[in-house]
């Protein structure tokens, strides 16, 4: 019986995070621009690329899911290329985009390598919640930086909120305190971020958001 209902979490999950990604990538290139810290972006992918290929955990229902999101992620990945030399650094030259963005990929990708091998981690439920709260925390960055919702939306807010609350449920059952806490602090700043979504910043204090016109 708790099998069957972290499977079905697991599937909740599953489908909530490719919900977010599909958003992301529709709202992307609706507002030619990309919708996900491209921080985040780089070890999303790499986390999904490790998880479907390399690393396998005997469950095919996750290596689905984790092919599934490391297909729709390379969707936001050329949303970030076509439009993400508009948030570079003006004092930078943009020369400098691909070459920073190749360099960062090829450190994600090798920072879930090794730490995954290293902590015999064969589920990366671990690294995979750390970089789930790093992101939430970059998203409230971005929509503070960019000073307007270009990219965002409320679904993606709460299709991320979804997809992470499922497995922390599942987490819970199982006694994991370190994924239950990390989970719990996610959905705290998933429920800010989509505050700052649903209200534009105005009525979320102090995490106020000015818009720019």
């Not at 981690?121 to 671990?126: K, L, P, Q, R, S």
């Not at 979804?162 to 429920?191: C, E, H, N, Q, W």
Request: charged fraction near 10%; aromatic fraction near 18%.
């Amino acid at each position: 019986m708790i099998e069957l209902l972290n499977q079905s979490l697991y599937v909740v999950s599953g489908t909530a995070w490719s919900i977010a990604y599909i958003f992301i990538i529709i709202r992307g290139f609706r507002d030619k621009t990309y919708g996900m810290p491209f921080i985040s972006l780089a070890f999303n992918i790499s986390w999904e690329f490790c998880f479907a290929t390399i690393f396998n955990d005997g469950n095919p229902v996750h290596r689905v899911v984790n092919m599934t999101w490391f297909l729709l992620d390379i969707g936001i990945l050329i949303t970030y290329f076509n439009y993400g030399k508009r948030d570079w650094p003006q004092r930078i030259s943009t020369k400098y985009f691909y070459p920073y963005s190749f360099f960062v990929m090829t450190m994600a990708f090798a920072i879930i390598y090794f730490a995954t091998r290293d902590l015999h981690d064969i589920y990366g439920a671990n690294v995979a919640y750390i970089m789930n709260l790093t992101m939430s925390v970059l998203y409230i960055n971005m929509i503070n930086t960019r000073g307007n919702l270009s990219g965002q939306s409320a679904g993606i807010a709460v299709a991320k909120l979804i997809g992470t609350l499922a497995p922390t449920i599942m987490f819970y059952m199982l006694r994991s305190k370190f994924l239950t806490f990390t989970g719990g602090l996610i959905v705290v700043f998933d429920l800010i971020y989509l505050l700052l979504v649903l209200n534009a910043g105005r009525l979320v204090w102090p995490f106020r958001l000015k818009l720019r016109s």
